[in-house]
């Protein structure tokens, strides 16, 4: 208060101060007249001494602070000095603009998020990411492709489309008009419509925004305007929360251009826009019910030079455009790839959090094309803000997309108050996202609509997207869900909401819905229905029911889940690999151990190959259900790349390390194929670390193609030992040369090592580690088979080596696989030699070796003769 009255007082001293001296005693003369508005006079006496200060303090005891300075202004005008009038009238006015801007800075530099406990604020400027804008009106074609579109290509989509647009040039001038006075941003529920209003008027009274256009930004909310219920007038709505409450009004309404209104949520105003004209206010200072003054200022009946930017859903555009003159409209389609990986970075505040973060959402397609909309963007990174907060790590979340859909269903009906609504009309909304996703469409007319009477309800305009889209030469509207993840959301919760009928006919008829669905879409050439059936399966998960009973006020039951693990059971039986992923994201998705353990018990062998690109997100799929197997099984990855996609993320979790932390949980896995996967150094650690975890009990596994390096097998030699159930090791097709065979030898000899079988098949082996082999051979009493196929550089010294081994009297290796060795007439020599002698060799393998089967052909198969008399059980295959 002090700080006000010493502004008072400054103003009207400088103005004084201002008067010559004669005009200074004509201002006493008409100030000893003044009744100071039925206060009183001040005897002349009084004034006749009185210097400048002592008449400033006159004025102000006499009149308070406020007035003080209208009376001033008004004495000056009587006594012809209106140039000192206007300038005390604009200087007072400038002194309350500073304050007005010190007060939005104040009211708006600051937001709770929706889960803000109390006191915990949230800086907006920090936190506030650029969206992106277009001014264009798009075409049908344009709007289908970014509803259906996902991850990259939706991101890509959404870029082509932009315009440079941005919130400091909504007034600027095109190509058909001068700048406009109205714009109207419009965008679905959840895109940011409502920040970007708050930031406009916090970048307005920091000075970055509209500088030297707008004199005065107001901020009208009309979810709170359909509280009022007093008539007031316009200064009343727009002053009536500001700490000064005597406002210069009429000098700030005189410049009515320089005054910006932004009206935020005109879809939420309970009142209508149809006022008839008479009714309508043109007195910024009459009081009016609050709805006649909306009505007013809207249609620029009151200040019509002021400017207005308009937030809504589109749902209203129609509406509107009755109403506003010559308005701009601008769209909201939510946050670039760009923005989206900002956004992450604000709102983590912690670089290695946010990398982390947006690099696992970025592997999952559908999180990824979800986070365009900035309340789901936010509802993610809350989520896992609070997971990393906590020490855990992202590769571990359980919030699986069917979670993340419905923390935004929640947001959105808490937030429009609509929940009590949201019974019959939202099944209906849920009925005609399922006529659109089994028919293929995502855009719906006006008749659509009509047929689930979902014509002017609240749920209609909070989930349906409104468009307007030339047809010849019409505007024909059309309605569309934010994007087709949504709908597909929404269409499996037509199948869930049905269950809560009671009537048992209309039970089973519901039954029959979802088993054609799980049909259609188990049969093949229906992909499109992939999102739905995960959601399905998603939405049955016990917790999630009851949230949706307690937001839908509605009974839902649990006999489709039968039908669901009957359906897994069926995929499983017809032993279709290529669905064995998709049967893992549903069941990753239901989040239920019993029912997972369950589907999994079905399974005997699990195949994922070139069809399955495991990401981080994937190989979390995969690991949650194999944790849940419940008997013996074997797991075949292939062409599959793990650690190169992940590096730039910096990841702690990679996929590897989710999928051989499986080794560690699953005590019933046996077999553990990694065919054409691009391990790395790092993930043959990882994998070597479970493989002497106490709980892995594989007995065999398979490094096929793995990219694996004689550095490798150092890291493997030294962990097999230590695994007492490991039988087989198949290393085939990498490059490990004899260096990588001497570790696996020294491995070999190792009094711990029960491996029976080793495979190194095409591993670049030359005649140098043939010796390592050789002595192996002679000492270990396990090792039962040993594959050296496709080795053409191990030469005749090679053989002869290995050949010398097999006369010891302590070898007992069964199976010795030489094919494609490129073996010749020597080798033969010495391998007939070995034969002769060796008693525990019952099968080698010297298939497509040519020249050595010319020789044998030549000499009529003989010497194959004389060694089988010798030991009848051997094979020989050539």
């Known amino acids: 208060m002090g700080n006000k009255n010493s502004r008072i007082s400054d103003l009207i001293l400088r103005a004084l101060d201002h008067l010559s001296q004669e005009d200074f005693k004509r201002f006493k003369d008409k100030l000893s007249y003044s009744d100071f508005n039925g206060k009183g006079f001040v005897p002349k006496s009084q004034l006749e001494n009185a210097d400048r200060v002592d008449t400033k303090n006159f004025l102000i005891k006499c009149c308070g602070g406020d007035d003080a300075i209208d009376t001033t202004i008004q004495i000056l005008t009587e006594i012809n000095q209106k140039g000192s009038a206007a300038k005390l009238r604009e200087e007072r006015e400038k002194d309350y603009r500073m304050k007005y801007r010190e007060y939005v800075w104040e009211e708006y530099q600051v937001i709770q998020d929706k889960n803000a406990r109390l006191g915990e604020w949230v800086n907006l400027s920090r936190r506030y990411t650029q969206l992106l804008i277009i001014q264009k009106h798009r075409l049908l074609a344009e709007k289908e492709h970014e509803i259906m579109s996902t991850g990259k290509k939706h991101a890509n989509i959404m870029a082509k489309q932009a315009s440079p647009c941005w919130i400091g040039n909504l007034f600027d001038p095109d190509d058909s008009r001068e700048n406009p006075r109205t714009v109207v941003l419009q965008g679905p529920a959840g895109i940011g419509k409502t920040m970007t209003a708050r930031k406009i008027m916090l970048d307005w009274a920091v000075g970055k925004l509209y500088q030297g256009k707008f004199d005065y930004a107001f901020y009208i909310n009309c979810r709170e305007m359909n509280l009022v219920t007093k008539q007031q007038s316009l200064a009343d709505l727009i002053f009536g929360n500001c700490p000064e409450r005597n406002a210069p009004i009429n000098d700030i309404f005189a410049n009515s251009e320089k005054l910006l209104f932004i009206i935020d949520g005109l879809d939420e105003f309970k009142f209508s826009l149809e006022q008839k ?116 790590d992202l590769a571990h979340m359980s919030k699986t997309t069917t979670s993340v859909y419905m923390f935004y269903l929640t947001s959105l009906l808490r937030d429009h108050n609509t929940v009590s609504e949201s019974g019959k009309n939202f099944h209906q909304l849920c009925l005609l996202a399922r006529e659109g996703v089994l028919a293929r469409r995502i855009l719906f007319e006006e008749d659509d609509l009509q047929k689930y009477g979902l014509t002017e309800t609240d749920i209609q305009s909070l989930f349906l997207h409104k468009s307007l889209f030339q047809q010849d030469i019409d505007c024909q509207s059309a309605y569309s869900f934010i994007h087709l993840t949504f709908q597909e959301f929404f269409a499996a919760l037509s199948y869930v909401l049905e269950e809560r009928l009671e009537n048992t006919q209309e039970s089973v008829s519901h039954h029959e819905d979802v088993r054609k669905l799980l049909k259609d879409f188990g049969e093949g050439g229906k992909e499109y229905l992939m999102l739905t059936v995960r959601f399905l399966f998603g939405l049955l998960n016990e917790e999630r029911k009851k949230s949706i009973e307690k937001i839908l006020s509605c009974k839902i039951g649990s006999t489709a889940k039968q039908v669901l693990l009957e359906w897994v059971e069926a995929e499983i039986a017809s032993k279709n690999f290529q669905k064995h992923l998709e049967i893992f994201c549903c069941l990753y998705e239901i989040q239920e151990e019993e029912f997972v353990g369950r589907a999994m018990d079905h399974f005997q062998e699990i195949k994922l190959y070139d069809s399955c690109l495991v990401n981080t997100f994937n190989s979390l799929v995969i690991s949650f259900c194999l944790r849940h197997c419940r008997r013996e099984q074997s797991l075949h990855l292939g062409y599959l790349l793990f650690l190169s996609r992940f590096k730039r993320c910096n990841l702690r979790d990679t996929s590897l390390e989710i999928l051989a932390s499986v080794l560690t949980i699953n005590q019933h896995l046996r077999e553990f194929n990694l065919l054409y996967s691009d391990l790395g150094e790092e993930g043959v650690t990882k994998l070597c670390q479970a493989l002497i975890h106490p709980n892995c009990k594989l007995q065999i596994l398979r490094l096929r193609c793995c990219n694996l390096r004689s550095k490798s097998c150092e890291k493997i030699a030294s962990v097999v030992p230590l695994n007492q159930s490991l039988r087989e090791l198949h290393l085939d097709h990498n490059d490990i040369g004899d260096a990588g065979v001497a570790k696996l030898c020294q491995m070999l000899v190792h009094p711990e090592c029960k491996l029976q079988v080793l495979s190194l098949n095409s591993c670049s082996i030359t005649a140098v580690c043939c010796a390592d082999l050789a002595s192996v051979l002679c000492s270990n009493q396990t090792l039962a088979e040993l594959s050296l196929a496709q080795n053409d550089r191990m030469g005749e010294a090679g053989v002869q080596l290995l050949c010398e081994s097999l006369l010891h009297p302590n070898c007992k290796l069964e199976t010795l696989r030489l094919d494609s060795c490129e073996l010749t007439e020597a080798s033969w020599e010495y391998l007939c030699a070995a034969l002769r002698t060796n008693q525990s060799l019952r099968e080698l393998d010297l298939y497509n070796n040519e020249d050595l089967k010319r020789y044998v052909k030549a000499e009529k198969y003989s010497r194959i003769k004389e060694v089988k008399q010798q030991n009848h059980r051997i094979q020989i295959c050539l």
């Open 277 to 392: 004209g008479e009714y309508l206010s043109i007195d910024p200072s009459q009081k009016k019910p609050v709805e006649v003054l909306l009505n007013s200022l809207v249609r620029k009946n009151i200040l019509p030079k002021s400017y207005l930017i308009i937030t809504t859903r589109p749902i209203a555009l129609e509406q509107l455009q009755e109403y506003l003159k010559y308005p701009r409209y601008v769209e909201i389609l939510g946050f670039s790839e760009k923005d989206r990986e900002e956004y992450f970075h604000k709102f983590f505040g912690r670089k290695w959090q946010a990398v982390q973060a947006f690099g696992f959402v970025k592997a999952n397609e559908m999180l990824f094309t979800m986070c365009f909309v900035p309340i789901v963007c936010w509802i993610i990174c809350t989520v896992m803000k609070q997971q990393l907060d906590r020490g855990e």
